[in-house]
């Protein structure tokens, strides 16, 4: 029987294929609200990480802004 992927590996194999990550749509890709925790975890296992910044308008007309991540280009 094959084992079915965890969060956690399926967050690597989404960040291997070069994908900007959000809260949200990690969520929307594996069901996990826990993005920054994952992040920390692969961090202390030796993965680098790119970040960016993206300034959004919430529906209430807010400005607001989300991180993103994504493995660091070698």
Known sequence: M????TQKSELIRLFKKGLWISQVKCFDLTGS????????ILKKEGYDFDKREKLLTTRYGNRCSITEYRFKKK
Do not use: D
């Open 2 to 5: 094959k084992k079915a992927p």
């Open 33 to 40: 609200t826990r993005l920054s925790a994952y992040v920390f």
